[in-house]
């Protein structure tokens, strides 16, 4: 069955030549330094169909980071199913995460080190729904059946959990990328827990 593609979004052959070229472009330069142009000619694709769909360096960026990370919510929910205690679901969410950058190290730069979060916040894509949902569901849950302290907001342990992801992630860069960075979730997570729980 062939593929339904909407009005103004670009054929799945568009995006897959796309893809590669802006998860290098972006994962290897600062933000400022990519242009539309060089992701066009790389890529063998029009400078003005780029721009028909996508219209700007950062909506292409975003677009395709809202995909990653949409990929990325679905890993986590996938791994959470089965599991019942609270405890078990927020370390397997904690640990996936890193997983997945640790796989994905080019994304992780693009989303948790390279992405300019003033202009991204502007972007719907900023809110990710799918994933804070999932969070805030599993948070709330802990809450209901006395696992986790009732005077933190769960927005504020879904805050703390993303934070403890990104500085792993980022200092995991800096050193070297020496280690495994999802051998260290057991030990983040605990001091995530231990600030949560009740």
């Avoid at 994304?107 to 969070?135: E, H, N």
């Amino acid at each position: 069955m062939p593929t339904i593609r909407l009005p103004n979004t670009p054929s799945q052959s568009i995006k897959k030549r796309l893809e590669p070229v802006v998860k290098a472009a972006f994962s290897r330069q600062e933000f400022h330094q990519c242009n539309m142009r060089d992701i066009a000619k790389k890529a063998g694709v029009g400078y003005g169909t780029i721009y028909k769909y996508y219209g700007s360096k950062e909506k292409i960026l975003f677009t395709f980071v809202d995909e990653w990370l949409g990929e990325l919510a679905g890993r986590i929910i996938d791994h959470l199913q089965g599991l019942e205690e609270i405890k078990e679901k927020l370390r397997k969410a904690f640990w996936v995460q890193l997983d997945y950058y640790e796989r994905n190290p080019d994304l992780g730069r693009i989303i948790l080190m390279t992405i300019p979060l003033t202009t991204w916040m502007a972007d719907q894509t900023f809110v990710q729904k799918k994933m804070t949902d999932t969070f805030l569901e599993v948070f709330r849950e802990g809450q209901g059946n006395d696992s986790l302290n009732p005077n933190v907001p769960a927005s504020i342990m879904l805050d703390m959990m993303l934070a403890m992801v990104g500085r792993a992630f980022t200092m995991w860069i800096y050193r070297g990328q020496k280690q495994r960075l999802s051998g260290q979730a057991n030990l983040l997570f605990n001091l995530i827990w231990k600030a949560i729980s009740t």
